[in-house]
């Protein structure tokens, strides 16, 4: 992705994937002293609500930007030596010295393009018997917008990998989990129009088109995209992903 993320914009935009990622943390039964790791912990909105079921854990809050990691650490300093931040690329071995009793993740998955590396990277940080929890874009993901863009004869999320929970489930098997369950659910999401609505798809959703665009042409592009829009709205699709890493022996 040619453009860093507006950590500061996204942190204050990202109620929806904060939303999920809330609904999410649910999914993952803890006792309290684990570790975890949470792989694209963004700008920690997500990462707080986890430390906070881990009153004797710790968190391994990983992201590929630089400029994410620096606002969660500002939104979690209050949380000390029980969060470790690392920048990672999710599609690469990760460097974790020890393995992690849990792996979350929110929103994240569908901008790493290989996802076969991706569930081996994971499933070579979770002990045996860990829990994946995850969520992110799955098949059909914000399809709506991705019309508009092609009708205006540009790329169309190119470089997101919005998958099914067949292929999902396939991979997940030969990476070496078990207890698998992958699901779509449709989250379709209003936002105030105009500017609100322009600073969210600027943000999130145009990263890739605006980074090929001069920076002086760029707001024109967001305000023509959001006009071709139906309406404030984003037809989001999630896929969601339960699994456990196989233990020895296990088939």
């Known amino acids: ?3 860093e993320w507006d950590a500061t914009t996204y942190d204050r935009i990202a ?3 904060a939303r999920w990622g809330t609904a999410l943390l649910e999914r993952l039964r803890l006792r309290g002293d684990e570790t975890v790791l949470d792989a694209g912990c963004g700008s920690g909105r997500v990462t707080e609500r986890l430390l906070e079921r881990l009153p004797r ?3 391994v809050a990983l992201d590929a930007s630089e400029a994410m990691l620096v606002e969660a650490a500002r939104r979690l300093a209050a ?3 029980r969060v470790t931040f690392v920048r990672a690329d999710l599609g690469r071995p990760l460097p ?3 393995p992690v009793d849990a792996i979350l993740s929110s929103a994240t998955f569908h ?3 290989d996802h076969d590396a991706l569930f081996d990277n994971l499933a070579a940080v979770l002990r045996p018997g860990g829990p994946l929890i995850a969520q992110c874009g799955g098949a059909g993901n914000i399809a709506t917008l991705h019309g508009v863009l092609a009708a205006l004869g ?3 999320g190119h470089d997101l990998r919005f998958e099914t929970p067949l292929a999902t489930a396939g991979r997940l098997t030969a990476s070496g989990f078990t207890d698998i369950e992958t699901w779509l659910s449709f989250e379709p999401t209003r936002f105030q129009p105009g500017e609100p609505f ?3 798809l600027e943000t999130v959703c145009l990263r890739s088109q605006l980074a090929a665009l001069p920076a002086a042409d760029r707001p024109a592009f967001v305000r023509h995209v959001a006009a071709r829009m139906p309406g404030p709205q984003l037809d989001y699709v999630r896929l969601n992903i339960v699994a456990r890493r196989a233990t020895a022996g296990a088939t």
Request: net charge negative; charged share 25%.
């Open 15 to 17: 109620d929806p994937m």
């Open 1 to 3: 992705m040619g453009r």
């Open 111 to 113: 901008w790493v393009p």
């Open 57 to 59: 854990g710790r968190v």
């Open 154 to 156: 540009g790329a169309h």
């Open 198 to 200: 322009e600073t969210y």
């Open 79 to 81: 949380f000390g030596d």
């Open 96 to 98: 974790l010295a020890d």
